[in-house]
C-alpha cells in the first residue's frame, strides 16, 4: 500500500489505517461486538487477539493505527505489539479527554468520562507517552465539541501548542451533528502563524454525509483528514438485517453484485472517493472483516454508483440519534 502525507504534516500515511476502539476493550457499541471478540474477554487473550489483528494490518501494509485513552489497553496492546515486532515506519495516532472507567465490565454504569480540562490532557500525556514513547506522533482531543468549551480554553490550546512544538503533531475528532461547525471552529485556532490543528478527525459515510464540505474546506487549507466510522459501526455491513435497512442494503448489494465485493468494501469505496481523505480507518475487530475492509482500495466506482449512494444519505439528526441508541455490548 502506497504512503502519502497527512496533510502538511511530515507523517506518511496508508489510505487505510486501523482503529482499536474495538480491540482493546471488552465492551463497544459496534453491532455484535460480543460475537467478534467470540466472548473472550480475558485481556491476555484479548492482547492476542488485537496483536493478531495488528499483524495482518501490517501485512497488508496498513501504516496508520488509531487509540485512544479510553480505548481500554488500546495502547497497551499497541505498545506490546510495536515493542515485540520492531514496527518502526507504523504512524499511531492517539486521543485525550475520557478517561476509560468500565473496569474490563461489560454492564459498567459509566464506560468513559468525558473532561476536556488541562489536569486531565496533562495526566493523559504522560499515561500515553509511558505507553507509546516515540512511536506517538499525532495526540487529539477526543470528540471535541462546541458546548464542552475546549476550542475556547486558552490554557488547553496553550498547552497544545507547546506540545506541538515538541514534535507531536496536534489534532480533534468530531462527532454529531455539529461536527462540521466544529472543524470550521478549529480552522480558525492558530499557533505560531499556522494552524495549530494539524489533523482532523471525523465521521463520514453514506448514510451520513453532513460534513464533507467542511472536510474538504480544512483539507484545502493543509489539515490532514481522517474519516473514522467509515460503516457507521457495522450498520453498513452484511450484519444490518433490520428491516428498516432493507431498502438500503437492496441497493448496497446490487453495487456490491457489479463489482463483486462485500457492501462494507463498497461503504469504504465510497469514503475513499472523497477527494479530502487522506486515511480511512477500519474499525474491524475480526481479521477477516479486516481483510475485507481492505479490498475497498480495488473498488472504482463510476459516476453512477456515486449518484445510486448518494440515495442512502440520512438527514444527520436521524443518522446521531440512532448512533446514541447503539448498546454497549
Ligand atoms: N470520537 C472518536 O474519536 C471516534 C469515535 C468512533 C470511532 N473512532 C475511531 O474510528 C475507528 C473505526 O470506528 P468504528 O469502529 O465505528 O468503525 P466502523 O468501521 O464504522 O465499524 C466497525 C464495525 O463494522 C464491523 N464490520 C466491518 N467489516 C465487516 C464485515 N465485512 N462484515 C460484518 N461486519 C463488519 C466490525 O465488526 P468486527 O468487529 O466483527 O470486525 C465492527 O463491528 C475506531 O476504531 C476508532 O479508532 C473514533
Redesign the pocket.
Known amino acids: 500500500m502506497q504512503t502519502r502525507p497527512l496533510g502538511n504534516t511530515d507523517l506518511q500515511v496508508t489510505p487505510m489505517g486501523l482503529?482499536?476502539?474495538?480491540l482493546g476493550r471488552p465492551g463497544y457499541i459496534?453491532?455484535?461486538?460480543g460475537d467478534?471478540l467470540a466472548h473472550e474477554y480475558d485481556w491476555k487473550a484479548m492482547e492476542t487477539h488485537a496483536h493478531t489483528v495488528l499483524d495482518a494490518a501490517w501485512d497488508s501494509g496498513v501504516r496508520y493505527f488509531?487509540?485512544?485513552r479510553s480505548y481500554g489497553k488500546a495502547e497497551a496492546f499497541l505498545s506490546s505489539w510495536l515493542e515485540s515486532r520492531g514496527c518502526v515506519d507504523a504512524v499511531v495516532g492517539s486521543?485525550w479527554g475520557y478517561t476509560y472507567t468500565a473496569d474490563w465490565q461489560l454492564d459498567a454504569a459509566a464506560h468513559e468520562v468525558k473532561e476536556h480540562s488541562l489536569a486531565v490532557l496533562n495526566r493523559q500525556v504522560k499515561e500515553s507517552t509511558a505507553l507509546l514513547g516515540p512511536h506517538l506522533k499525532l495526540y487529539?482531543i477526543?470528540?471535541a465539541t462546541l458546548e464542552s468549551g475546549v476550542l475556547e480554553n486558552q490554557e488547553v490550546l496553550t498547552r497544545l501548542a507547546a506540545l506541538k512544538e515538541t514534535g507531536w503533531c496536534i489534532g480533534l475528532?468530531v462527532?454529531g451533528v455539529q461536527q462540521a461547525d466544529v472543524i470550521r471552529r478549529a480552522l480558525e485556532i492558530q499557533a505560531g502563524g499556522k494552524l495549530l490543528f494539524d489533523i482532523g478527525?471525523a465521521t463520514w459515510?453514506v448514510l451520513e454525509c453532513s460534513a464533507g464540505m467542511a472536510l474538504q474546506q480544512a483539507h484545502d487549507l493543509g489539515m490532514g483528514i481522517i474519516v473514522?466510522?467509515?460503516?457507521?459501526?457495522?450498520r453498513l455491513?452484511?450484519?444490518n438485517t433490520l428491516s428498516e435497512f432493507a431498502e438500503k442494503r437492496t441497493l448496497l448489494m446490487a453495487l456490491a453484485d457489479k463489482h463483486e465485493m462485500?457492501i462494507?468494501a463498497i461503504a469504504l469505496a465510497a469514503v475513499l472517493a472523497q477527494p479530502w481523505v487522506d486515511t480511512v480507518?477500519?474499525?474491524?475487530?475480526?481479521e477477516k472483516?479486516?481483510q475485507?475492509?481492505l479490498t475497498a482500495m480495488e473498488v472504482q466506482l463510476d459516476q453512477e454508483d456515486q449518484s445510486l449512494l448518494k440515495l442512502l444519505a440520512e438527514a444527520p439528526e436521524d443518522y446521531w440519534s440512532q448512533r446514541s441508541a447503539l448498546a454497549w455490548n
Not at 19 to 22: D, H, I, K, R, T
Not at 30 to 33: D, I, Q, S
Not at 228 to 234: D, H, M, Q, Y
Open positions: 482503529g482499536l476502539a474495538a459496534n453491532l455484535g461486538h467478534d488509531d487509540a485512544a486521543k487529539q477526543h470528540s475528532s462527532s478527525q459515510n473514522k466510522e467509515g460503516l457507521a459501526n457495522g455491513t452484511d450484519r462485500s462494507d480507518l477500519s474499525g474491524a475487530a475480526q472483516h479486516l475485507a475492509n
